[in-house]
């Protein structure tokens, strides 16, 4: 009778982290820390962010280089890369998103260490052309434009500008069947938004919806047929709650929401710390959406686990991690059920002054297969680990540079299902 095969352990969680100011990245296995590659000479652009793409894959930009990274967060160890392809792109990279498949991508210019807008470049790719992958660059409006990347037939690339606010579509076919030297590229079609101020975007793969942050709310079009639809705009205002508005989108393909933060207050930024904040959600099925106090300070981007979705929270009082329940039930409503605080930044930023410039921030990570999340200590060459589970600090986390602005952060679960969110993060 033969032995029963030895069960086959799942490979654990890993973290990305990226020093984009000290050019170097970690591949590091949670929650020991153990570090699994390293990637030295690569600034990744750190609002372009991290791409998951299917097969476990993640796509970002290195901002010096001038390229498209694909790296393999479980090739190491297994006698693969961390890095499998390199493509490149035309930077300083501004938004990185992906058709629903993985293969057709864009990447977006924006002002990188500059002013004011100076390129108007934009990056079609296609990974998997016959003769290896392929990106062929073009010209359109300067500004800092967000892209998302719709399938289907005629795959479609849609750019968010501001400044007029418009959204421009354009074929991914025929970018990529564009000239030599960045040739002017026209839109296959304008459609004019009501603000000026557009900042956050969101592409739901399985409704062809493309959602926009303004301003007045959150902007619609879905893909129907081989164009667009435009659909009536989403409020920010819900559950009694009003003013502000949000400044970030980000799909939550577990639940199947959109999630962003409204903030509210004075325009003045050295008045942050007065700022208020509210978690506001959408259910993209059912349509009901709703809003939550999350506090005072700065708060903004947020990372999505199995089971909850977190804000970090900066404030001269003391930061903190701010967990909410994510119900899959729904008809249920999320609720803030822990706030773990987080030590200290030497060089936090101060009231009085931005707290954006010269000042440390954090990034935050989660994976939608996983209870853990990530959250980096600008400045210290930490990153703390919680368990959003048992709502508690697991490790702390030490990489050889310090994260100055916080760095950026990915945490990967093997068949996560991270990619239903196109749009890098």
């Known amino acids: ?8 352990l799942a490979p654990p969680p890993r973290l990305l982290v990226s020093d984009h100011v000290a050019g170097r990245v970690s591949l590091l296995d949670l929650p020991d820390g153990a570090e699994r590659a390293e990637v030295r000479h690569r600034h990744l652009s750190e609002h372009a962010g991290f791409l998951a793409l299917p097969g476990g894959l993640v796509a970002c930009v290195d901002d010096r280089a ?21 493509v490149p792109v035309a930077v300083p990279a501004e938004h990185l998103a992906a058709a629903p498949g993985g293969r057709l991508l864009a990447v977006t ?21 016959p ?5 062929v660059r073009v010209r359109g409006r300067t500004g800092e434009p967000g892209v998302t990347v719709l399938g289907g037939p005629s795959p479609l690339v849609v750019l968010r500008h501001r400044e007029p606010g418009e959204l421009l579509t354009y074929r991914h076919g025929e970018l990529m069947r564009s000239a030599p030297s960045c040739p002017p590229a026209g839109p296959d079609r304008r459609i004019a938004l009501p603000d000026d101020d557009g900042h956050g975007d969101a592409h739901d793969p399985t409704t062809g919806r493309v959602f926009a942050a303004a301003g007045s709310g959150v902007h619609r079009v879905r893909r129907e047929g081989d164009g667009l639809t435009v659909e009536t705009p989403l ?3 819900a559950d009694g709650r009003s003013g502000g508005r949000g400044h970030y989108l980000r799909l939550d393909p577990v639940r199947r929401m959109l999630w962003s933060c409204v903030r509210g207050g004075s325009s003045d930024p050295g008045r942050w710390p007065e700022w208020s ?7 993209l099925d059912t349509g009901v959406t709703g809003r939550l106090e999350v506090g005072p300070g700065l708060v903004f981007r947020l990372a999505v686990t199995a089971r909850h979705i977190a804000y970090t929270r900066i404030h001269p009082d003391g930061d903190e991690l701010v967990l909410l329940t994510a119900p899959l039930d729904a008809g249920s409503r999320p609720e803030v059920c822990a ?18 410039d010269g000042a440390q921030r954090r990034a935050v990570a989660a994976s939608p297969g996983s209870g853990l999340v990530a959250v980096s200590r600008g400045g210290h060459g930490e990153v703390h680990v919680f368990d959003a589970d048992r709502k508690a600090a697991v490790t702390t986390l030490t990489v050889p540079t310090p994260l100055d602005d916080g760095g950026h ?14 749009v890098g993060r």
């Open 235 to 237: 409020p920010w205002a």
């Open 66 to 86: 001038g390229e498209l990274l694909v790296l393999d967060p479980y090739g190491p160890g297994t006698g693969g890369p961390l890095v499998r392809r390199r």
């Open 131 to 135: 003769d290896g992958a392929v990106a």
């Open 409 to 422: 952060l990915a945490l990967v679960a093997p068949g996560d299902g991270a990619h239903a969110d196109p």
């Open 1 to 8: 009778m033969p032995y029963p095969a030895e069960p086959t």
């Open 109 to 129: 210019t924006g002002l990188g260490r500059n002013e004011q807008a100076w390129t108007g470049l934009l990056t079609a790719v296609d990974l998997d052309a």
């Open 339 to 356: 706030r773990l605080p987080l030590p200290a930044m030497a060089g936090a930023p101060r009231p009085g002054g931005t707290p954006w």
């Open 277 to 283: 904040n509210d978690a506001w959600w959408h259910q």
